[in-house]
């Protein structure tokens, strides 16, 4: 239980050290994307797991917390379209 907390928690260090270093600005916007999304799910169902087995439960519901501002932020910047800009990724068009 403690290692999958522990890959919880790496992987949620991982897109804040991505996000502020800029590595994925370099990237194609659908490889930035896929890499923020599959963080964000992998995070959130590793925390789903533990907060259900009842393991360190606050800190398993911070790491839920922060794993759906991953995701809500990831959709926020690449699929949604800002002051008359189109988005990043069209899923419409």
């Given at each position: 239980?403690?290692?999958?907390?522990?890959?919880?928690?790496?992987?949620?260090?991982?897109?804040?050290?991505?996000?502020?270093?800029?590595?994925?600005?370099?990237?194609?916007?659908?490889?930035?994307a896929?890499?923020?999304?599959?963080?964000?799910?992998?995070?959130?169902?590793?925390?789903?797991?533990?907060?259900?087995?009842?393991?360190?439960?606050?800190?398993?519901?911070?790491?839920?917390?922060?794993s759906?501002?991953?995701?809500?932020?990831?959709?926020?910047?690449?699929?949604?379209?800002?002051?008359?800009?189109?988005?990043?990724?069209?899923?419409?068009e």
């Amino acid at each position: 239980m403690k290692r999958l907390l522990g890959i919880c928690l790496s992987m949620q260090m991982t897109f804040v050290l991505l996000f502020i270093t800029g590595i994925t600005q370099k990237l194609n916007s659908y490889v930035g994307a896929t890499i923020y999304l599959i963080i964000g799910l992998a995070s959130l169902v590793i925390s789903l797991y533990l907060a259900g087995k009842k393991f360190l439960l606050g800190i398993s519901f911070i790491a839920f917390i922060f794993s759906l501002l991953i995701i809500c932020f990831t959709i926020f910047i690449y699929f949604l379209p800002e002051a008359g800009m189109p988005p990043e990724i069209p899923l419409f068009e």
